[in-house]
């Protein structure tokens, strides 16, 4: 079976500080990786995914995540944060084999202060 | 990139009437759609897994009578809500997987 756990409900920062959205995971094999945003009333949009070679994964408006197998983590960060970066994140996880049915994790409610 | 389309975006409906939602996949095939549910604040549901030109795969606890699945060809499935009742109201997503998940932009539905 596989897994996800997004352990914060909820992440506070200022505008302009970094912020890190964490998110480990579990699965048989090698894993498929991905960060979703979530405006209110909206569907999903993609961030970025792991699927293999470098960990460091860049992926849309300045967003980025580390794969660290060790760890099983998959932690989403951006440098400089913004008020519009305000929204809901998920994390996810497929096994590379096998079924195409993702796992979500619960979400992260990420809120920037001005 | 991929595109999913999903219509209606809000739907009002009469307790008891029956509501369609349309997922289309617009530059690929989506040979497997997905079909999720979501509540205020809280994580995607998935409700059934739609394949084309079969039946639809159903999670546990979800009425398959209540909430049919057509996925007819490789770029339409829809889900059609039977008999709504208040407790169906809802956020309903579709998404597909092309090098990635795709989704739909969600359909809001109310159940008076």
């Known amino acids: 079976a596989q897994s996800v756990a997004q352990p914060e409900d909820q992440v506070n920062v200022a505008e302009g500080n970094p912020l890190t959205v964490k998110c480990t995971y579990s699965?048989?094999?090698?894993?498929?990786l991905f960060w979703y945003v979530q405006y209110p009333n909206r569907g999903l949009q993609f961030l970025l995914k792991?699927?293999?070679?470098?960990?460091l994964v860049k992926g849309s408006y300045g967003f980025e995540a580390e794969f660290n197998k060790s760890q099983t983590s998959f932690h989403l960060k951006k440098p400089s944060a913004l008020v519009s970066d305000s929204a809901l994140y998920f994390c996810?996880?497929?096994?590379?084999?096998?079924?195409?049915?993702?796992?979500f994790g619960r979400g992260t409610s990420l809120i920037v202060h001005p | 990139g991929a595109v999913v389309s999903q219509h209606p975006s809000r739907v009002i409906c009469k307790s008891g009437t029956s509501v369609k939602i349309e997922c289309r996949s617009l530059?690929?095939?989506?040979?497997?759609m997905f079909w999720y549910r979501q509540f205020p604040k809280q994580s995607l549901m998935l409700m059934a897994t739609?394949?084309?030109?079969?039946?639809?795969?159903?999670e546990q606890g979800v009425e398959k009578d209540k909430f049919l699945i057509n996925h007819a060809s490789l770029t339409l499935s829809t889900l059609t809500v039977t008999s709504a009742h208040p407790e169906d109201s809802s956020f309903y997503i579709c998404?597909?997987?092309?090098?990635?998940?795709?989704f739909g932009s969600g359909t809001r539905l109310t159940v008076v």
């Open positions: 996810a996880v497929r096994a590379s084999g096998g079924s195409y049915i993702p796992t």
């Open positions: 739609s394949n084309e030109g079969s039946k639809a795969t159903y």
């Open positions: 699965v048989s094999g090698n894993p498929y």
């Open positions: 792991y699927i293999t070679g470098d960990n």
């Open positions: 998404s597909a997987w092309e090098y990635g998940y795709t």
């Open positions: 530059d690929f095939q989506a040979t497997t």
